[in-house]
């Protein structure tokens, strides 16, 4: 993947964590959208940030999301037990042959 | 709601073809561009196909072309990815997932606002 995560962020509850995708000149970088998505262990992926920093109806105003030059974050304030899963970041990259690319993820641990 | 169901996974010996399905409801289907996202057994997510909304426009990453083929029928509302010349590497749970589309800076953007719940996909001998 050409979008880089850290493996794992961890925190206690009531913390925030902040979680990065670091991408390039051909994604992130040329000024293309980041979505973030949470995957709970043994469930499906679903959407939690789309268009850098908009949530979708439903998801609480913990999550939020930033972008800046070629890189992006996902922050989560008021860390609960049950946002302990998967993240991944997801852009487009022009220098592929398909247009989506996804981040390599990271396991968030609350503490 | 929104829902999408994925079948057509097992057990395939490396070299075999399998066709997976995924089943549509609750939306105009022939209105959205639809994607196949893999994930490999404690792997992350991998991005595989998407077909637009008439079937005019595919892609596909580098590590399936020639080998996978993505298509659709509007008039079942569903989704198909034919999957030919298996190889270890593309075992994997198999999800289909809607391209939802929002508008920002004069651009139509996409991300996948609807999953279904996967399919498995052994490639084993």
């Known amino acids: 993947s050409v979008l880089t995560q850290p493996p794992s962020v961890s925190g206690a509850p009531g913390q925030t964590v902040t979680i990065s995708c670091t991408g390039n000149s051909a994604n992130i970088g040329a000024g293309y959208d980041v979505h973030w998505y949470r995957q709970l262990p043994g469930a499906a992926p679903k959407l939690l940030i789309y268009?850098?920093?908009n949530r979708p109806s439903g998801v609480p105003d913990r999550f939020s999301g930033s972008k800046s030059d070629t890189s992006a974050s996902l922050a989560i304030t008021g860390l609960q037990a049950e946002d302990e899963a998967d993240y991944y970041c997801?852009?487009?990259?022009?220098?592929?042959?398909?247009?989506?690319?996804f981040g390599t993820g990271t396991k968030v641990t609350v503490l | 709601e929104v829902h999408l169901v994925e079948s057509g996974g097992g057990l395939v010996q490396p070299g075999g073809s399998l066709r997976l399905s995924c089943a549509a409801s609750a939306f105009t289907f022939n209105t959205y561009w639809m994607t196949w996202v893999r994930q490999a057994p404690g792997k992350g997510l991998e991005w595989v196909a998407n077909i637009n909304h008439d079937g005019s426009e595919k892609y596909y990453v580098d590590s399936v072309k020639g080998r996978f083929t993505i298509s659709r029928d509007n008039a079942k509302n569903s989704l198909y990815v034919q999957m030919n010349s298996l190889r270890a590497e593309d075992t994997a749970v198999y999800y289909c997932?809607?391209?939802?589309?929002?508008?920002?800076?004069?651009?139509?953007?996409?991300?996948?606002?609807?999953w279904g719940q996967g399919t498995l996909v052994t490639v084993s001998s």
């Open positions: 997932a809607r391209e939802g589309r929002y508008h920002g800076s004069g651009t139509t953007w996409y991300h996948f606002d609807y």
């Open positions: 268009g850098n920093n």
């Open positions: 997801q852009s487009y990259d022009i220098s592929l042959s398909g247009p989506h690319i």
